[in-house]
């Protein structure tokens, strides 16, 4: 069964901008939770 171009088009599916972005973000926060508690830096 093939699919005409409208129909590819109304599939829903693959991953949103938003999810690539808040996987980034959360990935950034936990590699510097982890170097923060690791390496402690005292305030000036």
Same mark, same amino acid.
Request: glycine fraction near 16%.
């Given at each position: 069964?093939?699919?005409?171009?409208?129909? %590819?088009?109304?599939? !829903? /599916?693959? *991953?949103?901008?938003?999810?690539? %972005?808040?996987?980034? !973000? /959360?990935? *950034?926060?936990?590699?510097?939770?982890?170097?923060?508690?690791?390496?402690?830096?005292?305030?000036?």
């Amino acid at each position: 069964m093939r699919l005409n171009d409208s129909e %590819l088009k109304s599939v !829903a /599916g693959g *991953i949103s901008i938003w999810a690539v %972005l808040g996987t980034i !973000a /959360g990935l *950034i926060f936990g590699l510097g939770a982890i170097d923060g508690y690791t390496r402690p830096v005292k305030c000036r």
